[in-house]
């Protein structure tokens, strides 16, 4: 495809970036560590409104895009990624990210989820993965772990949780990452890297509640999580799927876990290789005929 990212010429300062809206995170919630990652990035990668657009689910975690001033849609509960995917294939010049909460994306999205990362849709999953649902005031969501009580289940989780890094690798998406929403400077860098990577990219983002979770508090993460080591082959597909076992024992990689070169969608319609579908001239045409056909 001969079309390259549009990429701004303007100077993109902290200032430029924000919104009058005030914030309305918990105080210590990693929502927090995530938004300081992604203007991180965009001040450093000159993402603005002529290049990147925003989409985000409902929950806590959609409330990011209210704090950052750039082009956004706040969806429906479960749909922001088939939104993403049109506004893709509308400007494929865009940089395309997605905001979602692991309810959101897992359980009311989860099969736009499976199918994107099937056609290796060329767009990023921003997956704010607290274990539950946040905003509805803590019910149990498909990553909250076997046995744990929540306002949802009293007595216990009886589900067993998904992992949806397993479950995006599966698929077919073609990067994976995981990290803690703490660590700030990392995250940055993996939002690059994952909005550079061409296809279907789902950074899982270890991010605390901490309000509702007790469990995976910041503590936790910060104890139970190590960093992929640098022989680590992130080609290796069948690496990657034992990484994402790990958290079964305890031990939570986090880095990047997969990456690997796939044609993506936009690649297979020539139809915008050299002009995206928002350029191209409006053609006006009778539909009398093809309804005709039905009637
Ligand atoms: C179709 C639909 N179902 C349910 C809801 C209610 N609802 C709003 S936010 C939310 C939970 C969000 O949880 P999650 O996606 O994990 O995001 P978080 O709040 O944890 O960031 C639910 C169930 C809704 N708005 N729409
Ligand atoms: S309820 Fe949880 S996820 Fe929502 S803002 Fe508060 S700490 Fe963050």
């Known amino acids: 495809m001969k079309s390259k990212p549009i990429q701004s010429k303007k100077v993109l300062t902290s ?6 809206n005030p914030c309305n995170w918990c105080p210590g919630c990693g929502d927090f560590g995530i938004w300081s990652a992604f203007r991180g990035a965009c001040i ?3 993402w603005d409104n002529t290049n990147t657009a925003l989409v985000a689910g409902i929950g806590c975690h959609g409330h990011i895009v209210n704090f950052v001033k750039i082009t956004a849609f706040e969806g429906l509960h479960g749909r922001a990624i088939p939104v993403a995917s049109g506004v893709k294939m509308a400007n494929h010049r865009l940089n395309v990210f997605v905001f979602t909460g692991d309810g959101d994306c897992l359980s009311e999205g989860g099969n736009h989820f499976v199918h994107a990362a099937r ?7 921003i997956l704010h993965d607290n274990a539950l649902y946040a ?3 803590g019910q149990a969501s498909p990553r909250t772990p076997l046995g744990q009580k929540t306002k949802s289940t009293p007595q216990g989780n009886i589900d067993d949780p998904l992992h949806p890094l397993r479950l995006a ?3 077919g998406a073609t990067f994976l990452a995981r990290e803690y929403a703490g660590n700030v400077e990392s995250l940055k860098d993996i939002m690059v890297k994952a909005n550079a990577h061409k296809g279907f990219s789902v950074i899982q983002v270890l991010q605390p509640c901490v309000t509702f979770n007790k469990l995976y508090t910041h503590r936790f ?6 960093q992929l080591p640098k022989t680590y082959d992130s080609t290796d ?7 994402t076992l790990e958290w079964d024992f305890k031990k939570i990689p986090v880095g990047i876990l997969y990456q690997e070169q796939r044609e993506c969608y936009e690649d297979k319609f020539p139809q915008i290789h050299k002009t995206p579908l928002i350029k191209k001239p409006l053609r006006k045409r009778s ?9």
């Open 15 to 20: 200032s430029k970036l924000s919104t009058p």
């Open 44 to 46: 450093e990668q000159k």
């Open 119 to 125: 056609r290796n849709q060329n767009i990023t999953i």
């Open 135 to 137: 905003l509805t005031t």
């Open 169 to 171: 690798l599966a698929s």
């Open 221 to 226: 993460y910060q104890e139970n999580t190590y």
């Open 237 to 243: 597909k069948v690496a990657a799927y034992e990484k």
């Open 287 to 295: 539909m009398t005929k093809l309804f005709k056909q039905y009637m």
